[in-house]
């Protein structure tokens, strides 16, 4: 049955949180179930919906799709998030494979030991400052244009900001030494749909707390 | 400057083995640039052709590309490899996400303390969750190939990994008779089956040398 795209996942950011946020930017409103308990993981994986018994899944256009990088690609390409041919699409590509990287970092921060946690803090900002955020700026200088790719809004944009901000949440101070990631920050928060995004109230999740982590480790039964 | 593509890694599979299978499948011959030293890289970062300080590299229509996926998803489209429309080309990405999951846990295998290998779990993954999942769609829809009724991306890389799996454990298609089909079809497609050959660019299973030059090559000053 079409309609607004359903989201499954925990009530919390993960690897679901990008697929917010794209969603979002191309102004798609969307509902979401929650995975609280370990029965309901095992019935979506029943009724044989996880295609590799995993979340994210993502009802959309009468597919049950799961993959992240697929269902990014998807939306993007539907919503015009794309780039408008092959090369424009490659760039983008390539620059949003850096910002997963980045982001995947953070992602598993909350899943690491204490000690672990401290060190994988070091490396995120280590990373971002001298492998990620020079190629972003760099390009926004050789370009001087307002986005990342061609001139005009995309899936690239999208997923820096959010890069962005979520390692600014390690470090507010992060984006120091980066004028054009500043202005660009500014500019892209203030897009309609991605300043909604940004407001309380909208669908954005909050940092990872000690609630979610229990929650994903209970349901995915993660025995460490 | 135009021409062939140009790849730039180490002898060896790692991530550039897909790109490797991907372009030989499409009938595209490619150049390779082996890295052997520290100095190599080391130049490479320098000239500033690794976007992310990172090899894969491929030099391909003017850009200098990174990124496997990137890469991967380029020359698929490029060469009609990514199905007819976004539908196909979900369905494409969502089965090469899944192989490509299992083949990244052969790929770090090599580079894993002996101690901490474990070869069970990759042949856990892949016979429980996910050789039953491209069993099932080639059963469901009868066809030869995985996606649209024509030959795809998401059939080189499943072939890739049912023989990188094959070289861990050989009988590991022992209850996949579809599978078994489809590897001895898609097996024989001329462009694979050249690729197949002794003397293609295919790159042989992870060796001692292989692992000591990428420690070498990145190790940290």
């Not at chain 1, 980066?178 to 500014?186: E, G, I, R, S, Y």
């Amino acid at each position: 049955m079409a309609g607004k795209p359903k989201l499954y996942y925990f009530n919390g950011r993960g690897k679901m949180e990008s697929i917010r946020w794209l969603l979002a930017a191309a102004g798609v409103e969307f509902e979401e179930e929650f995975l609280e308990t370990r029965e309901q993981y095992e019935k979506l994986l029943q009724d044989g919906y996880l295609l590799f018994q995993q979340v994210p899944l993502v009802e959309i256009d009468r597919m049950k799709m799961v993959q992240t990088r697929a269902i990014l690609s998807y939306i993007a390409a539907k919503y015009n998030l794309y780039g408008k041919d092959l090369k424009e699409r490659a760039m983008i590509d390539m620059y949003v494979e850096g910002t997963t990287d980045l982001m995947g970092l953070i992602i598993v921060c909350p899943f690491l030991s204490a000690e672990n946690k401290e060190k994988q803090h070091a490396v995120i900002i280590q990373k971002a400052t001298n492998r990620y955020f020079p190629v972003y700026e760099k390009i926004l200088r050789d370009q001087g244009q307002s986005f990342l790719v061609g001139n005009q809004f995309s899936w690239a944009d999208v997923h820096l900001l959010e890069a962005i901000l979520m390692v600014e949440e390690k470090k507010s101070s992060v984006l120091s030494e980066f004028p054009l990631l500043q202005a660009f920050k500014a500019r892209i928060s203030d897009i309609p749909t991605v300043k909604k995004f940004l407001e309380p109230g909208s669908q954005r999740k909050p940092v990872p707390d000690d609630k979610y982590t229990e929650t994903v480790k209970r349901v995915l039964q993660m025995n460490f | 400057m135009s021409g062939k593509p140009k790849l730039t890694y180490f002898n060896g599979r790692g991530r550039m083995e897909s790109i490797r299978w991907l372009l030989a499948a499409a009938g595209v011959e490619f150049e390779e640039e082996f890295l052997e030293t520290r100095e190599q890289y080391q130049k490479l970062i320098k000239d500033g052709v690794l976007l992310f300080d990172q090899v894969p590299l491929v030099e391909i229509d003017g850009m200098k590309m990174v990124q496997t996926r990137a890469i991967l998803s380029y020359i698929a489209a490029k060469y009609n490899l990514y199905g007819k429309d976004l539908k196909e080309r979900a369905l494409i990405d969502m089965y090469v996400e899944g192989t490509a999951d299992l083949m990244g846990m052969i790929i770090t295998f090599a580079f894993t303390p002996p101690k901490e290998r474990n070869l069970a779990l990759i042949i856990e993954r892949a016979t429980t969750r996910y050789f039953p999942v491209y069993e099932k769609v080639l059963k469901q829809h009868g066809q030869e190939f995985l996606v649209g009724n024509r030959f795809s991306w998401a059939d080189v890389q499943l072939l890739e990994t049912i023989l990188m799996v094959e070289e861990k454990e050989p009988t590991v298609l022992s209850k996949f008779p579809v599978l078994q089909a489809f590897k001895a079809r898609i097996s024989n497609i001329p462009t694979i089956k050249k690729f197949l050959q002794p003397g293609s660019q295919r790159k042989p299973p992870p060796d001692d040398q292989y692992v000591a030059t990428v420690i070498e090559v990145f190790k940290k000053d």
